[in-house]
T-cell receptor
């Protein structure tokens, strides 16, 4: 069993739709949770960074962490064609400069 | 802040030759450098972790003699793929980490070995 599971998709939605992306994990020691967006043949760029359980909102993006269920989500409101990319969840244990463990990524296409 | 420069972005080399990939943190000092490899439609897999001035720690299954990592300064790390073979063709991404910054990533290097 992988430490982090993420549905690879592909996921295709119409412009303006609400997108829900999810990851589950097995390591209860994970404390920091991130969502990255990766365009084709580019490095990942950070979208959201959360610590422990709870919600965090930034513009059209909302990240949710439920540590009791070992489940994290990213919601994208009013999705745009420019949101078309691969979305990677990532997480790590506490302490400084610890490695990130990534999900396999979900490929999202927003149709105009 | 937290600007990362990774070069080259794309390289083609002949089987048996070596290729060097550079990763620079332009406006911060990276005390730790992570190197990842990503195959098409797959996630990032950690290859090795290095701290400035120390030898890199390689993940299980990654050949340290094949993937040479140098982290001689706080702003520069290199990954050299030695005696490259077609199965080494992949997308390589560096991730410099500074004390006060989150996890940054280079733009990646697409290596094709023919």
């Amino acid at each position: 069993q992988k430490e982090v599971e993420q549905d690879p998709g592909p996921l295709s939605v119409p412009e303006g739709a609400i997108v829900s992306l999810n990851c589950t994990y097995s390591n209860s020691a994970f404390q920091y949770f991130m969502w990255y967006r990766q365009y084709s043949r580019k490095g990942p760029e950070l979208l959201m960074y959360t610590y422990s359980s709870g919600n965090k909102e930034d513009g059209r993006f909302t990240a949710q962490v439920d540590k009791s269920s070992k489940y994290i989500s990213l919601f994208i409101r009013d999705s745009q064609p420019s949101d078309s990319a691969t979305y990677l969840c990532a997480m790590r244990v506490g302490g400084s400069a610890r490695q990130l463990t990534f999900g396999s990524g979900t490929q999202l296409t927003v149709l105009p | 802040g937290a600007v990362v420069s990774q070069h080259p972005s794309w390289v083609i080399c002949k089987s048996g030759t070596s290729v060097k990939i550079e990763c620079r943190s332009l406006d911060f000092q990276a005390t730790t450098m992570f190197w990842y490899r990503q195959f098409p439609k797959q996630s990032l897999m950690l290859m090795a972790t290095s701290n400035e001035g120390s030898k890199a720690t390689y993940e299980q299954g990654v050949e340290k003699d094949k993937f040479l990592i140098n982290h001689a300064s706080l702003t520069l790390s290199t990954l050299t793929v030695t005696s490259a073979h077609p199965e080494d063709s992949s997308f390589y991404i560096c991730s410099p980490k500074a004390q006060d910054y989150g996890y940054t990533f280079g733009s990646g290097t697409r290596l094709t070995v023919v």
